[in-house]
């Protein structure tokens, strides 16, 4: 199917670029896409109901692509929403002919952007670990370093407007993708609801949704991803660098622990003997996982950087931090002690440890300075009200003010 949607991609840009015919889009119509089709999630997601909320007439213009294997699925889980599988002969018409597209992944190179379309890249996260051109030496399966930089650089050509959570992001994205392209400077839409969501009553009602009662505390580990760690192309492993039992001994009795993987390795955890007490949730909306926790634990995840908008306790977990860092990806700032939000644990033993001084104080206390400080370089921007100004770009025809 996939070779059939590029033989049409490749007679339609033939057509576009000898100017046979002209393709005009239709007006006011999005197609929004989040992690190549495989969910409904993160800033498109959130940009897509804020249009609705500004516009309720916009539902007929807006679709969601989204993977075949996804659609039924996506199709319960959310039946107001227009979907279309992506890479189909019926997802063709859309795509060719959307005034905007917003997406948070790379589209595929084959397909040609229609010049009057609208590209809002909203990206996925502020960036840790090193991306695209700034990748010394890549090493996902199938793809050399050269051509991995060359298509980024490709990709953001495509891209009309660029999201940026703050100046960090800013400059990196400018580096890493070569964009010269237009700047939002506006925060992360997906982060909105983390102040118009934080109260009591919402995050009750989120856990009573998640877990059918009312979890006292709940621990969030959010780690990400091993670009190394393949059985085969496409297939990530993943191996939980901690011990449940010695855990849960060194947390309070009424901590439910929640475990966020990355996508490409959500089926490579095993917590057998612990159903009760752990839930793997990799596909909820992770904003809703955020308002509930009471301590993150991560690593490398760009997690640490949209949590922190909460000011809540972090406690960080590099297990591995010599290889990644030296070795694997490189990263953008000194990721030490001093400038984490919580304290760090290089080993098992010290991890159990920082546990159990959580349990008893309830807070990390010597780290509210780094916290606040970390809180102002990389949040400063969000502000609730994101979705709004990019939904208010999509209405005004992609004009800025």
Known sequence: MIQLIKLIARMILIVMNDGFICMPVKKGSVVFESFNGKDVSDNPLAIYKQLLKD?????????????????????????????????????????????????????????????????????????????GVDIDNVEIPGSSTAEYHQEFIDEAARWD??????????????????????????GYPRNDVLYSGNNADSIANIKQNLFGFQPKQVVMYAPTWRDDDFSEKGKYKFTLPFDLAEFFDNVSAETLLVIRPHYLVKDSINITGFEDRVKILADVDINQLYLITDLLITDYSSVMFDYANLQRPMLFYPYDLAHYRDQLRGFYFDYNQDNLPGPMALHEADFYQILKQYKIEGNFTDYIANLNAFNEKFCSWESGEASEKVSQLILKGGKTQ
Not at 69 to 87: A, C, G, M, V, W
């Open 55 to 131: 516009d309720p007439t916009a539902t007929k213009r807006c679709y969601f692509s989204v993977k075949p294997s996804e659609y039924r699925k996506l199709s319960s889980t959310y039946p107001d929403i227009h979907f279309i599988r992506r890479f189909t002969p019926g997802w063709v018409k859309y795509i060719a002919r959307a005034d905007f597209w917003v997406m948070n992944s790379r589209m595929p190179k084959w397909w040609k952007k229609n010049s009057q379309t609208t590209f809002i890249q909203t990206w996925h996260g502020t960036p840790l670990k090193k991306l």
């Open 161 to 186: 407007y660029l999201i940026a959570p703050n100046q960090y992001s800013h400059d990196i994205f400018k580096s890493a993708f070569k964009y010269s392209g237009h700047f939002l400077d506006i």
